[in-house]
């Protein structure tokens, strides 16, 4: 098989070297189907970036080829700014926080008195202290993950997992 993660690694290194100059895809040493077949491979992932020329005859030679910011990133040991820039922000709107901590209120084994006193004061807190309350909250459900509470770790472990795509 032409495709070869040594050889790609060693495309990559040799198009950073030149970055941000285009490398004439001839000048590399080594096989030319080799080259060309890892070439396209890391231009196909948004690695690299090329010059292809459709022959008639099915050939597809990559003239030139540029590492792509991705490319750099991909080299570097912290990630590059794709790590840094690459932060995930979530919201929860005000209504939503809301809707679940009243849910949660509605499902917990208190007296109807004390679950409607509950409601009631959830429905009627303002924004702010709303926020307030959710900050303490994912700060107990963190600390009690800490403290050895099982099922939010389990919880976590299998999310991330599933989200890595290992989990079936």
């Given at each position: 098989m032409k495709i070869n993660r040594e050889r790609q690694l060693?495309?990559?290194?040799l198009l950073a070297d030149a970055y941000p100059e285009y490398v004439i895809t001839n000048n590399i040493p080594g096989d030319r189907d080799e080259v060309n077949a890892n070439l396209h491979y890391l231009i196909g992932h948004g690695l690299a970036d090329g010059e292809i020329t459709e022959f008639m005859d099915g050939g597809r030679p990559v003239g030139m080829s540029l590492i792509t910011v991705a490319g750099l990133d991909f080299l570097a040991d912290?990630?590059?700014l794709s790590a840094i820039l690459g932060v995930v922000t979530v919201k929860l709107h005000e209504e939503s926080?809301?809707?679940?901590?009243?849910d949660r209120v509605n499902r917990a084994e208190l007296p109807a008195e004390e679950r409607s006193s509950l409601a009631q004061a959830i429905r009627n807190l303002p924004g702010k202290a709303?926020?307030?309350v959710t900050e303490k909250l994912l700060e107990r459900g963190a600390d009690q993950m800490l403290d050895g509470t099982p099922t939010l770790g389990k919880l976590l472990i299998?999310?991330?997992?599933?989200?890595?795509?290992?989990?079936s």
């Open positions: 060693e495309l990559l290194k912290d990630g590059g926080i809301r809707q679940l901590l009243l709303l926020e307030k299998q999310l991330a997992v599933q989200q890595a795509g290992l989990a």
